[in-house]
């Protein structure tokens, strides 16, 4: 089993940044891919960014390349998402995801291959 925690939502306004960050317990974290998805309201869950188990490669969505940067430490077995030029799209409850050994974009933003989820963290952003 894996334990994911995520903190670091909040209300910001459109332009401002926020960290989410994401805690992982009981397992060896460097197997995991890890990845953030986010939910608004009425929508599907939609891939946000995801990091390969070996470290090597990280994706993101279209809409927040360049904006967002996905990081993880695994010496704490965390991994984080600072975000940049927020803007009121980016409303949405942010969860964070794990799952050993997957590989491949294609893969890695379908959120039916993750075992393992937070609870999530709210981001609003106001115009």
């Known amino acids: 089993q894996v334990q994911l925690v995520e903190s670091g939502g909040g209300l910001v306004q459109a332009g401002g940044s926020l960290r989410l960050s994401c805690a992982a317990s009981?397992?060896?974290?460097?197997?995991?891919?890890m990845a953030w998805f986010r939910q608004a309201p009425g929508k599907e869950r939609e891939f946000v960014a995801a990091s390969t188990w070996s470290g090597g490669s990280t994706y993101y969505a279209d809409s927040v390349k360049g904006r967002f940067t996905l990081s993880r430490d695994n010496a704490k077995n965390t991994v984080y998402l600072p975000m940049n030029s927020l803007k009121p799209d980016d409303t949405a409850v942010y969860y964070c995801?794990?799952?050993?050994?997957?590989?491949?974009?294609?893969?890695?933003?379908?959120?039916?291959?993750?075992?393992?989820w937070g609870q999530g963290t709210q981001v609003t952003v106001s115009s």
């Open positions: 995801a794990a799952q050993a050994r997957i590989g491949g974009i294609s893969t890695m933003r379908n959120p039916e291959v993750y075992n393992y």
């Open positions: 009981g397992r060896t974290f460097s197997y995991y891919t």
